[in-house]
């Protein structure tokens, strides 16, 4: 069986970590769907979904990683057209990737003990995210 949710989100951009574990645990509980696979993907190109331990420190130095490998304000091909000002955020979303898969069996997603499920925003303002689970299981 195929089951598939959306949510919404607000996010401040800017590299913004939202923690979507709740929400996806809960749809999951919702589906009765009892072992399978959880997808989770965000349908925007300026973001991207990973896990993490959720925790201030980590929070900071993912943000300070990423803008090492593609700083905001750097020289982008795309920003030299009608762009928004957000090759960084392009750049940063495809290294990170918009789709995660987590196993789950008796009801549960098969986390680690410190992983979290996040959306991570890197755009260079607040946006509403599309965020699609997909539950295939039994």
């Given amino acids: 069986m195929v089951i598939t949710k959306r949510i919404r989100l607000q996010t401040d951009g800017n590299c913004d970590i939202v923690d ?12 009765g769907l009892r072992a399978g ?21 980590l929070v900071k130095d993912l943000k300070a990683l990423f803008e090492r490998l593609a700083p905001q304000g750097g020289d982008y091909q795309h920003d030299s057209g009608a762009s928004e000002g957000n090759g960084h955020a392009h750049i940063q979303a495809s290294l990170l990737g918009p ?7 008796g009801g549960i997603l098969l986390l680690g003990t ?12 607040p946006r509403t995210r599309q965020v699609v689970f997909q539950f295939v299981g039994e």
């Avoid at 789709?99 to 069996?105: G, N």
């Avoid at 410190?114 to 303002?125: A, G, H, K, L, T």
């Fill in 20 to 31: 979507i574990t709740r929400q996806v645990a809960e749809s999951l509980s919702a589906s």
């Fill in 114 to 125: 410190w992983q979290q499920i996040v959306i991570v925003d890197f755009d260079n303002r």
């Fill in 37 to 57: 696979t959880a997808t989770v993907f965000v349908a925007h190109s300026t973001a991207g979904v990973t896990t993490t331990e959720y925790e201030p420190g």
């Fill in 99 to 105: 789709t995660l898969s987590v196993p789950f069996e």
